[in-house]
């Protein structure tokens, strides 16, 4: 295979890091530029991952040990990007109503909030990849992945 980077690899993880690493970018560069003064505040201060962590929480909660298993982290990872997410008034921490020992965590109006004008904001960037590389090509990057995550996730285990 011939690498897209200069020499550098262009197996899946690094194909899918390069992708992810741009997308960040673009994501950066369009809340802090001025047209990302039009966004919400509250999407202007947050980071790629603390979007995608509140878009997978969802609105009734989720046991830490399962949200961090969902989003792909440790529960300490997890742990400390919530504490940031409480801090700034979008998450919630609550004890499990029905097992006082278990930590849930939650979005509140606000963090639920965030999480819809995140998936705006997502799209547009995606509608801009969509123009850089053709309808085509990103349409089938798109069906290729969604096919990927839904045939090659192994059962979660209990």
Do not use: C
């Not at 390069?18 to 990302?36: E, F, I, N, Q």
């Not at 930590?103 to 995140?118: D, H, K, V, Y």
């Not at 705006?120 to 990057?141: F, H, K, M, S, Y």
């Amino acid at each position: 295979m011939s690498s897209v980077k200069d020499g550098e690899p262009d197996h899946i993880l690094a194909l899918l890091g390069y992708l992810m690493d741009a997308v960040r970018r673009d994501l950066s560069a369009l809340v802090t530029s001025p047209a990302g003064q039009k966004l919400p505040s509250v999407v202007r201060g947050l980071r790629s991952s603390q979007l995608r962590l509140l878009s997978l929480t969802p609105a009734e909660g989720m046991r830490v040990t399962d949200l961090a298993e969902r989003v792909g982290m440790t529960k300490q990872a997890l742990g400390e990007f919530a504490d940031q997410l409480e801090a700034k008034g979008l998450m919630e921490s609550l004890r499990d109503p029905h097992d006082r020992r278990v930590r849930l965590l939650r979005p509140t109006a606000a963090g639920r909030n965030a999480a819809e004008e995140g998936t705006r904001v997502i799209d547009t960037i995606e509608a801009q990849w969509r123009q850089r590389v053709g309808p085509r090509a990103w349409d089938a990057l798109r069906r290729g992945l969604i096919e990927a995550v839904a045939t090659g996730a192994p059962p979660a285990t209990e």
